[in-house]
């Protein structure tokens, strides 16, 4: 079935440094899924992050970049300097082709120390 | 402003005891979904819809039900609470290109 694999957390990084958080994919309802990260800060709901939806592209924000890579199957991402503020739980996914069914990594957590 | 929201946004009950989870969307979506996060897990898919009085199950429906009487509606019943049933459940509503927006969680404690 589809599955997401992703850093185990928890992820510790100081201010200022950057971070990669590793994602890789199995999609086998799909030759190339949509793909996610969503982001959930403290007390709140998941909330997208960013996505892509054609392989090879690069998608960014909020200073986050992740690429789908079909050859690797992964969606990596990475952020060239993080703040205190990152300090969430980041989520990989896939979207799968039946209902419109999203497939979620368990979750990596960041702690950005100050 | 669009938007997916929850209630209650914690509860605590007692076990073999009857639960229900609302959520509510202005997002005019058509689909809806259930999950339900333990610490440590990612999020799991309990029932989801896309059609208002219709619903299906997903990969942990065993001890749930779900009911969607709107496009705006759809609440999950816990029966019989159980101690394993303690957890985060998320509703989320999404579209046709598969972008889903959650709401902000609900904390349910079965004791």
């Known amino acids: 079935g589809d599955s997401v694999t992703q850093t185990e957390g928890p992820v510790t990084v100081s201010e200022s440094e950057s971070l990669i958080i590793n994602c890789t994919y199995s999609?086998?309802?799909?030759?190339?899924?949509?793909l996610f990260w969503y982001v959930r800060y403290p007390g709140e709901g998941l909330q997208l992050l960013l996505k892509?939806?054609?392989?090879?592209q690069k998608g960014s924000s909020r200073g986050f970049e992740a690429t789908y890579n079909k050859e690797t199957t992964s969606f990596h991402l990475q952020k060239a300097s993080v703040q205190e503020s990152d300090s969430a739980v980041y989520y990989c996914a896939l979207a799968s082709n039946s209902n419109n069914r999203i497939f979620f990594g368990d979750g990596t957590q960041l702690v950005v120390k100050p | 402003e669009a938007a997916v929201t929850q209630s209650p946004r914690s509860k605590v009950a007692v076990t073999g005891g009857k639960v229900t989870l609302s959520c509510h969307q202005t997002?005019?979506?058509?689909?809806m979904y259930w999950y339900r996060q333990d610490t440590g897990h990612g999020l799991r898919l309990i029932h989801y819809s896309y059609v208002a009085d219709s619903t299906e199950k997903g990969d942990i429906p065993d001890g749930y039900k779900a009911s969607r009487p709107s496009q705006e509606n759809f609440s999950l019943i816990l029966e019989l609470a159980s101690l394993s049933q303690t957890a985060v459940y998320f509703c989320?509503?999404?579209?046709?290109?598969?972008?889903?927006?959650f709401g902000p969680g609900t904390r349910l404690t079965v004791l």
């Open positions: 997002n005019n979506h058509d689909y």
């Open positions: 989320a509503s999404g579209t046709a290109e598969t972008e889903q927006f």
């Open positions: 999609a086998t309802s799909i030759a190339y899924p949509n």
């Open positions: 892509v939806i054609t392989a090879g």
